[in-house]
C-alpha cells in the first residue's frame, strides 16, 4: 500500500515558476514508478512526467518537456514537479501517482495509487 499527498498549488502569473510535493508513505520499490499527472475540468487526465525510483530515470511528455522537472528526494519520501515559464493552459488539478509495475508509461490506467490532488491556476 502505498499513501500520497500532493501541496504546493497555488495561484500564480503567466511566466512564473511553481514547485509542487508529494509525500510518499508505505511500500516503495526500486521497481516502481512515480508519476505527475493533471486534469483540467472537461478534459481527460493527462501524464506529465514519470521516474523509475531505482534508476532515477526520467520521461517526460512534449507538452511540459523542457519547462517541468521531476525530481525524488534521496529517502525517496517526497516527490516533485518544478514547473517553469507557466501558461494559462497549465491551468489544472495535479494528481502525484504511483506504479507497481515496470512500465514506462504516462498512460492513467497503469497506477495503482493517487493522491487527492493540489490545484494549480496560472493567470494571463
Known amino acids: 500500500q502505498v499513501q500520497l499527498v500532493e501541496s504546493g498549488g497555488a495561484s500564480v502569473q503567466a511566466g512564473g515558476s511553481l514547485k509542487l510535493s508529494c509525500s510518499i508513505s508505505g511500500n516503495v520499490y526500486s521497481s516502481n514508478r512515480l508519476a505527475w499527472f493533471r486534469q483540467a475540468p472537461g478534459k481527460e487526465r493527462e501524464g506529465l512526467a514519470l521516474?523509475?525510483?531505482?534508476?532515477?530515470?526520467?520521461y517526460y511528455d512534449d507538452s511540459v518537456q523542457g519547462r517541468f522537472i521531476i525530481s525524488l528526494e534521496n529517502k525517496k519520501t517526497t516527490l516533485y514537479l518544478e514547473m517553469n515559464s507557466l501558461e494559462p493552459e497549465d491551468t489544472a488539478m495535479y494528481y502525484c501517482?504511483?506504479?507497481?509495475?515496470?512500465?514506462?508509461?504516462?498512460?492513467?490506467?497503469?497506477?495503482?495509487?493517487w493522491g487527492q490532488g493540489t490545484q494549480v491556476t496560472v493567470s494571463s
Open positions: 521516474i523509475s525510483v531505482g534508476t532515477g530515470y526520467t
Open positions: 501517482a504511483a506504479q507497481r509495475t515496470i512500465i514506462d508509461s504516462l498512460q492513467p490506467g497503469y497506477y495503482e495509487y
